[in-house]
């Protein structure tokens, strides 16, 4: 079983920069590769980006955005640059068994509470 819990939230101005932190219980956090998805108001889940359990491989949708992991403290992040009004929107990590990742929701095992991000303009 693993626990996530997401940190890092608030309101930022467009143009501002914050760093999501997901925050893991659970012995195995190195074996589960890590995804970020996001969720406006009255829309789908989105991929946002991974990375694998070694943190070798990462992918973002976003160039602005950059995820990163650190194992010996089983937490993986997100970085936000320049954040822009249309950012806003609940963001959720979560976590895969396996060595890579994948884009999908269906594809995550464990899911996060989520944190509000909200960029004003």
């Known amino acids: 079983q693993v626990q996530l819990v997401e940190s890092g939230g608030g309101l930022v101005q467009a143009g501002g920069s914050l760093r999501l932190s997901c925050a893991s219980s659970?012995?195995?956090?190195?074996?589960?590769?890590m995804g970020w998805f996001r969720q406006a108001p009255e829309k789908e889940r989105e991929f946002v980006g991974a990375?694998?359990?070694?943190?070798g491989n990462t992918y973002s949708v976003e160039g602005r955005f950059t995820i990163s992991r650190d194992n010996a403290k089983n937490t993986v992040y997100l970085q936000m640059n320049s954040l822009k009004p249309e950012d806003t929107a609940v963001y959720y990590c979560?976590?895969?068994?396996?060595?890579?990742?994948?884009?999908?929701?269906?594809?995550?095992?464990?899911w996060g509470q989520g944190t509000q991000v909200t960029v004003s303009s």
């Open positions: 990375i694998s359990w070694t943190g």
């Open positions: 979560a976590a895969k068994m396996g060595s890579y990742y994948r884009q999908k929701v269906a594809d995550y095992d464990y």
């Open positions: 659970g012995r195995a956090f190195s074996t589960y590769a």
